[in-house]
């Protein structure tokens, strides 16, 4: 038996610098310098052969020897993959191939992300349960959404704001409404030296409570909010659809009631339609009644930032037209079936020096109840 040869302190840094401290098994990933339980600091990643260093040993070859220590021929694994792809029967699940394939996934993903120059983003996320459907958003699926930018923290600092239960009443909506006062405060106390230099938004939870954390945190602030798009995998959850043609794409704004009063009641149909009788029980006979809707109302129009964006300009359009129709002084009662990203979108174009108070509606037990106020 011929005697392995040692690898080299140079080739060594090498695979590292090239995994970046990670394990290069497809799906592992582990941090190979640092144990994720306890924080502590420990090398434990591990030179693995990818055709055997002997002839004997797993995926083994004439050349083995010649290969012993060839970088090209090794790949850095957590102790558990590499006795996983070396252990008996497993040998034969992880051929020579694969495994190359799974070593230039690894050092290509590196470079794509650290080659290229890229922004940093802020990352701000707000979750709370629908219905009593638990809600959660993947570290991975921001990470993917905010590419080719990279968060300025690693996911346990950022802004998160999480309701973990919620049942839809008066205290509810003003136990959620402080729990987001709070977490803003703490945003805005440690940035309060001006070192944002863009926002990604993230949010899913009652729409009212969207709009409210939204316009915490106002489009004079640069950023982006994020979309959830339900037919598009966990780990892309928030990536803009490719396949999208909104050339021709509007949204219809008129006003559909003149009334006597300055009561003014603002419908927002893109998910779905509002007919009157959805709004039959509050008493607009008298008041302004304004509609922005879509040729086709549908939880899953929103396709693109375009989109999301012509929202914006379209709808602030819209609340200069309520205000210079009726005063500063009216009040806007609001009715709204519309995704989250764009509920995000609303309360970040508010601003509370210009725009009237705005009063929004849940549908709860068959009919519109009013639940949280904007602009006060």
Not at 29 to 52: C, F, P
Not at 176 to 196: L, P, T, W, Y
Not at 292 to 311: G, H, R, V, W
Request: glycine fraction near 4%.
């Amino acid at each position: 038996m011929s005697k392995r040869e040692t690898i080299s302190q140079a080739i060594q840094m090498k695979l590292w610098a090239e995994a970046a401290g990670r394990c290069q098994l497809r799906g592992c990933n582990a941090h190979l310098w640092y144990n994720d339980l306890t924080g502590s600091t420990v090398k434990w990643g591990e030179m693995a052969h990818i055709i055997g260093a002997s002839r004997n040993g797993p995926r083994g070859r004439w050349n083995s020897s010649r290969l012993q220590t060839d970088p090209e021929n090794i790949m850095l694994l957590c102790t558990k993959c590499h006795k996983t792809i070396d252990y008996g029967k497993n040998v034969k699940d992880f051929p020579i191939e694969s495994l190359r394939d799974m070593k230039k996934e690894h050092v290509d993903r590196i470079e794509f992300l650290l080659d290229v120059q890229r922004n940093r983003t802020t990352v701000v996320q707000f979750t709370c349960p629908i219905k009593n459907q638990l809600i959660s958003i993947s570290d991975e699926s921001i990470y993917n959404a905010v590419l080719p930018s990279y968060p300025v923290q690693l996911p346990k600092h950022w802004y998160k704001t999480n309701i973990p239960t919620f049942n839809y009443t008066k205290i509810a909506w003003e136990s959620a409404k402080h729990s987001i006062d709070e977490s803003v405060d703490m945003f805005k106390r440690q940035h309060s030296n001006g070192e944002i230099n863009d926002l990604s938004i993230f949010g899913i939870g009652p729409i009212p409570l969207l709009m409210y954390f939204g316009s915490k945190f106002p489009d004079t602030l640069p950023g982006e909010v994020f979309h959830a798009n339900r037919n598009l995998p966990p780990s892309n959850r928030f990536n803009w659809s490719k396949n999208n043609n909104n050339s021709n794409f509007t949204y219809r704004t008129k006003q559909i009631q003149k009334g006597k009063s300055d009561k003014v009641l603002l419908i927002l149909a893109l998910s779905d339609s509002i007919a009157k009788d959805k709004y039959s029980t509050l008493e607009m006979s008298d008041a302004n009644i304004y509609q922005m809707t879509i040729d086709e109302p549908s939880p899953l129009y929103l396709e693109s930032k375009t989109q999301l964006a012509l929202f914006g300009t379209q709808c602030r359009n819209l609340l200069n037209k309520i205000q210079l129709s009726h005063g500063k002084n009216c009040e806007i009662n609001l009715l709204s079936a519309i995704p989250a990203a764009v509920a995000i979108s609303f309360g970040r174009l508010l601003m509370p020096t210009k725009d009237p108070k705005i009063i929004v509606y849940e549908y709860l037990n068959g009919s519109p109840e009013a639940v949280i106020e904007l602009n006060i």
